[in-house]
């Protein structure tokens, strides 16, 4: 069991950055592979960006390639989401969302844990 807490969310203008966190408590953070996901309102979730139990592998969505980089630390049982060039269109909530095992996925439904969420809103 882990349980995920989010943070870092907020309001900046278009063409600002953010950096969200996500941090970590129960089993061993390094044990799962780590996602962030958003989610608007009566949409489907969106897959945003994965990155690998080692850190050493990533995947983005199309959407944010070049913008979005996530990273973790697995010493501070944490998490990050670092954006970029921020759009309004990237208003919404963003969750994070933890796998057992090493491999990455872009597949929500092979996710075991999910945070919260975190508000995240850009003004134009």
């Known amino acids: 069991q882990v349980q995920l807490v989010e943070s870092g969310g907020g309001l900046v203008q278009a063409g600002g950055s953010l950096r969200l966190s996500c941090a970590a408590s129960g089993r061993t953070f390094s044990s799962y592979a780590m996602g962030w996901f958003r989610q608007v309102p009566g949409k489907e979730r969106e897959f945003v960006a994965a990155?690998?139990?080692?850190?050493?592998?990533?995947v983005y969505a199309d959407s944010v390639e070049g913008r979005f980089t996530i990273s973790r630390d697995n010493a501070k049982n944490t998490g990050y989401l670092e954006m970029n060039s921020l759009k309004p269109k990237d208003t919404t909530v963003y969750y994070c969302?933890?796998?057992?095992?090493?491999?990455?996925?872009?597949?929500?439904?092979?996710?075991?844990?999910w945070g919260q969420g975190t508000q995240v809103t850009v003004s134009s």
């Open positions: 990155i690998r139990w080692s850190g050493d592998s990533t």
């Open positions: 969302a933890a796998r057992t095992g090493p491999w990455l996925t872009t597949r929500g439904e092979l996710y075991d844990y």
